[in-house]
């Protein structure tokens, strides 16, 4: 086999790809990554980690069918080229955020021909409100380099903004046009851009697709987000009565130190203002960070990647090659070390076993905590076990309860014990790997109790059937990390604000991005919120189920249609969250099997036990929403129909389901009007019954999102 190693800068393998000379042979899979994967890549590279090498095939036209990277449609070209083997996720992602694909021809056009995930405009949030952090060096404007942070540390600081084709108002559009005073077209390309500068900078966030040229429009963003921090500084220098020492700080990143201010002061006359007078300073301290940055980030696409080619004689087992480099070994996670670090106390029993015992035994809460199983039980307390929330996968815990188990332990010994100050610092590997063994195994009981308590709290008041149905991870760090103290863990109203964050947190859409740093500043405002002093969450009120990009009724109704297309799809976290909400109310099931002949009250905790077992059930059955020809089985799977909105499910029990499926439409409204109107936030059946004889299902859908904007609302408000 003759291999030859290489590197190669990227800009050189983008211009292979423009030209037809790199492609992908066919029998490579589609693009797949999500944003948050490409996210993940992209904050590795912009701080120089490796990103892994590229495997590429020497070969000629005619070896194989081929594709473009980023477009699935099948390429034609007589072109010799070589074919890419390994690295279409990583080199696709790359070339959609440093390369402008919709600058040439029409670039609707280019939006149709791409893969979903990639119709994506990236940006740098270079001031962020929610991290400690400023890797851009934005409050000194002091830039040195990113190659010092981790991957981690930039994740937060970045924005994928999904590109919608019928938006013309979306402001990182491509089709977006920028108009004169008259309201007409503006055209001309130099004030187009400073258009353009002048509303991301409002915004602190710098484009990436333009970086590969020094006349990008990233400089003009931050030349215009400079501007606005020597405004600010300037403000600090009066505040500081324009002491000598601010002005010292202020342009240590020039050099310019207190002797070189006392000199060029010295002769200030009496009607001079001092900024005045170090305007050649302040000039010079906004240029050179403005230039710093930007040659950063105009470095991006001349950083070099790792091939590795292989010669044509290899080109007969291409297809064995690529499925050979796609298995491979796991390399050892942060809990396997913890594990390790653990196990230097002879004494300690396997952390593993630990988790296990802990998860399969039952403990008591008390009942008052969790008032909807009060009617249910006689006793004080109720008997809980994680047992059935799928946390334990074969004889180990799973990744999840792994991942939270090693991210509470490090918040556990260096917030709660060693009163450190809680930063995303604590959630990160490297603090992780610094705890002791004597720190790990003094901590670790605490720990995992601690998950447990989370688990059931959101098994007993959340309606979350397992734990791999947490929409998000993180959250569970935030309850655990309060529920560690027995005082919350024991007060109703403790859990009560608990709750009460959650439901807000998740329908406000505050963990959609930036899930590390929103983790970390919620654990400290959840206990102001729960001590009784502040409550930083009362804002987000107005925002349950209606913040544009992640949830509004349009997103859930599926009004934000490109001509048959998604870019903004019901995000699955939506999808979850509603039924389990609407499961947590414990509805009534949808036959009458109850005592009473009243329909059998639903929860996720005799869910999770499979008593009943639950499925999703169309509220609007499929049958009557398909047209000549389709199958209730085709209307599933799209996607795009509303009919597959959040707002037609809920969750009915396996026999209910059974039951209604021979059921005829009058007597399906029967149902509806007799068992579950209420508790499933549905519509009266009048309306039911109306809209299924007009066929206008919208009308269902739009009142049943009104019932639960103001039912979640006024619970929420409920709470607190």
Not at 236 to 241: F, I, K, L, N
Not at 331 to 357: E, F, G, W
Not at 548 to 576: A, C, H, M, Q, Y
Not at 599 to 607: E, F, N, R, T
Request: aromatic letters at 10%; proline letters at 3%.
């Amino acid at each position: 086999m003759a291999i030859e190693n290489r590197e190669k800068e990227l800009n050189i393998i983008y211009t292979d790809i423009s030209d037809d000379r790199l492609v992908l042979p066919n029998f490579q899979r589609g693009f797949i990554w999500s944003r948050e994967q490409q996210t993940k890549l992209l904050a590795s590279f912009l701080v120089g980690l490796p990103v892994g090498s590229l495997l590429i095939l020497e070969g000629k036209a005619e070896d194989f069918s081929k594709r473009g990277l980023c477009f699935p449609k099948e390429l034609i070209t007589e072109k010799d080229c070589d074919y890419v083997l390994d690295g279409q996720q990583r080199l696709s992602t790359l070339r959609s955020i440093f390369y402008d694909l919709f600058s040439e021809g029409d670039w609707k056009d280019t939006w149709d021909r791409m893969y979903g995930s990639l119709r994506t405009r990236w940006f740098l949030t270079v001031q962020s409100n929610a991290s400690e952090m400023d890797p851009f060096g934005y409050r000194d404007l002091s830039f040195d380099t990113l190659s010092k942070y981790t991957d981690s540390d930039l994740i937060d600081f970045i924005k994928p903004l999904p590109i919608r084709k019928s938006k013309k108002e979306d402001l990182y559009g491509p089709g977006y046009i920028v108009k004169k005073d008259d309201g007409e077209p503006e055209y001309r390309p130099a004030f187009i851009k400073d258009f353009m500068s002048e509303k991301y900078s409002e915004l602190n966030q710098v484009p990436l697709w333009e970086v590969g040229s020094s006349t990008g429009l990233h400089r003009k963003v931050l030349a215009k987000i400079a501007d606005k921090r020597i405004r600010e500084l300037k403000v600090g220098a009066e505040d500081a009565d324009y002491s000598l020492e601010y002005y010292e700080g202020v342009f240590l990143p020039i050099n310019f130190t207190k002797d070189d201010l006392e000199l060029k002061l010295s002769e200030l006359s009496a009607d001079a203002h001092i900024d005045d007078e170090l305007a050649k300073e302040w000039a010079a301290l906004h240029a050179q960070w403005v230039e710093q940055v930007s040659r950063e980030l105009e470095g991006m696409p001349f950083r070099k990647m790792a091939v590795i080619k292989l010669s044509r004689d290899e080109v007969n087992r291409a297809a064995a090659i690529f499925e050979a480099i796609n298995r491979g070994g796991v390399p050892l996670s942060t809990y396997d070390l913890v594990v390790a670090k653990s196990a230097r106390d002879q004494a300690v029993k396997n952390l593993s076993s630990t988790i296990i015992n802990a998860v399969e035994s039952n403990i008591e809460i008390n009942k008052d905590i969790f008032t909807r199983y009060s009617a249910e039980f006689n006793e004080p307390t109720v008997v809980w076990s994680a047992k059935d929330m799928k946390v334990i996968v074969g004889n180990e815990p799973s990744n999840s309860f792994k991942d939270w188990f090693v991210n509470l332990l490090s918040l556990l010994v260096h917030v709660k014990s060693n009163g450190e100050e809680c930063s995303l610092e604590h959630i990160k590997r490297e603090k992780i790997l610094s705890l002791t063994y004597d720190e790990v195994n003094k901590h670790s009981d605490v720990a995992i109790q601690a998950i447990i308590r989370a688990l059931s709290f959101l098994q007993l008041r959340c309606g979350v059937i397992s734990g791999n149905e947490v929409s998000y991870k993180l959250m569970v760090i935030v309850l655990a990390y309060h529920l560690s103290n027995d005082e919350v863990w024991n007060s109703k109203e403790a859990m009560n604000k608990l709750e009460y964050w959650y439901w807000l947190s998740l329908f406000s859409g505050c963990y959609f991005y930036g899930q590390n740093a929103q983790c970390v500043q919620d654990i400290k405002d959840v206990e102001e919120l729960i001590s009784g002093h502040g409550n930083k969450f009362s804002g987000l009120t107005s925002n349950v189920l209606n913040v544009e990009n992640i949830v509004t009724k349009d997103i859930l109704l599926r009004e934000d249609d490109d001509d048959g297309e998604k870019t903004i799809t019901e995000p699955k976290s939506i999808k979850v969250t509603l039924l389990q909400y609407i499961l947590s109310r414990s509805p009534s099931d949808f036959v009458k099997d109850g005592p009473g002949n009243a329909g059998v009250k639903l929860s996720s905790w005799s869910a999770s036990q499979g008593d009943p077992e639950l499925e999703i059930h169309h509220i609007i059955p499929l049958a009557e929403a398909t047209s000549m020809g389709e199958s209730t089985k085709s209307l599933r799977k799209d996607t795009n129909s509303k009919m597959n909105s959040s707002l037609n499910l809920s969750y009915i029990s396996k026999h209910a389901n059974r039951e209604l499926s021979s059921t005829s439409p009058a007597e399906y409204v029967k149902v509806i009007h007799d068992m579950a109107s209420a508790t499933n936030f549905l519509p009266k059946a009048e309306m039911f019954s109306q809209v299924l004889i007009d066929k206008d299902y919208k009308k269902i859908l739009e009142h049943r999102y009104l019932l639960l904007e103001s039912g979640i609302k006024n619970h929420i408000a409920s709470l607190v």
